[in-house]
């Protein structure tokens, strides 16, 4: 894409995330203060990191087969609709642990916000601001590759999210912790059992 282009799509996703404070929070993460850790944010970009490369570069190859290596235009309007397409939706499936994520529902202005951002995304591509930007026209049958697409890259993300929160769980830490929420639970609950 070019500059202008790759500033609106960053323009837009920012525009959409500026709505995650007003976000409802899960029942279960209220229940207890969260921790800073560090690590946990360093394994989670090692994990789901590459995904997201792997649709990049299959978004890529898949535009290549459909429009041809002449059609830049066209490459550059499917390369910002898909990119804002995902990395947007992504952002309901990683904000909560629940799967799928749909289970938990995101604050209104949030869900608004993601809602005109996918809107943007399409429209400015096919308006005449389109044609100013840089952006060319796309088949119908774009369309579809972007619906499969996405629906495969929030699917593989859910699928890696249980085993990911599975094995962050089982860790040492997470596991002493736990084992102390419990003590204190009891201890608590039954304070005749501390004499």
Do not use: C
Request: hydrophobic share 50%.
């Amino acid at each position: 894409m070019s500059p202008g282009q790759i500033l609106l799509n960053n323009l837009i996703y920012d525009a959409s995330q500026t709505a995650i404070p007003s976000d409802d929070v899960d029942p279960e993460v209220e229940a207890e203060p969260a921790r800073w850790d560090v690590h946990a944010i360093e394994r989670f970009m090692v994990v789901f990191g590459p995904i997201s490369s792997i649709f990049d570069y299959a978004t890529f190859g898949l535009l290549i087969l459909m429009l041809g290596t002449k059609n830049e235009d066209s490459f550059h309007t499917g390369w910002f609709v898909e990119s804002l397409f995902t990395q947007i939706l992504v952002v309901l499936a990683i904000r909560t642990r629940m799967s799928p994520f749909w289970r938990s529902r995101p604050s209104k202005q949030l869900g608004a916000a993601i809602v005109a951002a996918l809107a943007a995304a399409v429209i400015i591509p096919l308006s005449p601001l389109g044609s100013v930007i840089g952006f060319g026209g796309l088949p119908w049958q774009f369309w579809l590759l972007l619906v499969g697409l996405v629906a495969a890259y929030l699917t593989m993300i859910e699928i890696v999210k249980r085993f990911f929160d599975r094995y962050e769980t089982r860790r040492p830490e997470a596991v002493a912790r736990q084992k102390a929420r419990t003590r204190l639970a009891a201890t608590t609950s039954n304070p005749q059992s501390n004499t």
